[in-house]
Each structure stands twice: as structure tokens, then as C-alpha cells.
């Protein structure tokens, strides 16, 4: 069950759920030592796969976006 809390923290993690939230839970159903280490390899293994997915799959996506909105926004004017 500890382990699951850490796997289950993760892609909350990811999906920016409030970390205060799941941090009190896990210190709620596992106390203090046990679910401070759940906690935090969950948080930091979140966290490392929050900037992976932000580093591969969104930063592709970035440049497409600001080139659409900046040819739209210095359009000449006719």
C-alpha cells in the first residue's frame, strides 16, 4: 500500500494537484516517517517526469504556437 501511494503520487504530481493535498494525506495514512519517504519519492519522481513531458512534448508544440499568433498579430494591414 506505501508503495501504491507513491506510484498514485506521481502523475497527480504531473497534473498539478496541490501538493498540500497529498502530502497530508499520505502523512494521514501512512504517519509521519512512512509517509514522508512515500511522499517524497512520489513528489520527486513527479516532478522529474512533470519536466520530461514539459521538455519533450510541449516544448515541440511552443514554437508552432508563437509563430501562428505573432504572423496573425504583425499582419500588415491592408
Same mark, same amino acid.
Given at each position: ?23 497530508? !494525506?499520505? +502523512?494521514?495514512? *501512512?504517519? @509521519?516517517?512512512?509517509?514522508? /519517504?512515500?511522499?517524497? $519519492?512520489?513528489? #520527486? %519522481? !513527479?516532478? +522529474?517526469?512533470? *519536466?520530461? @513531458?514539459?521538455?519533450?512534448? /510541449?516544448?515541440?508544440? $511552443?514554437?508552432? #504556437? %508563437? ?6 498579430? @504583425?499582419?500588415?494591414?491592408?
Amino acid at each position: 500500500m506505501r508503495m501504491f501511494w507513491a506510484v498514485a503520487y506521481i502523475p497527480l504530481t504531473v497534473l498539478a494537484v496541490s501538493a498540500l493535498i497529498l502530502t497530508l !494525506g499520505g +502523512g494521514y495514512l *501512512f504517519g @509521519l516517517p512512512v509517509g514522508t /519517504v512515500a511522499d517524497s $519519492i512520489g513528489a #520527486t %519522481v !513527479g516532478a +522529474g517526469a512533470a *519536466f520530461l @513531458l514539459g521538455r519533450t512534448l /510541449v516544448l515541440a508544440y $511552443i514554437p508552432l #504556437t %508563437v509563430l501562428a499568433v505573432s504572423a496573425s498579430v @504583425l499582419k500588415p494591414a491592408p
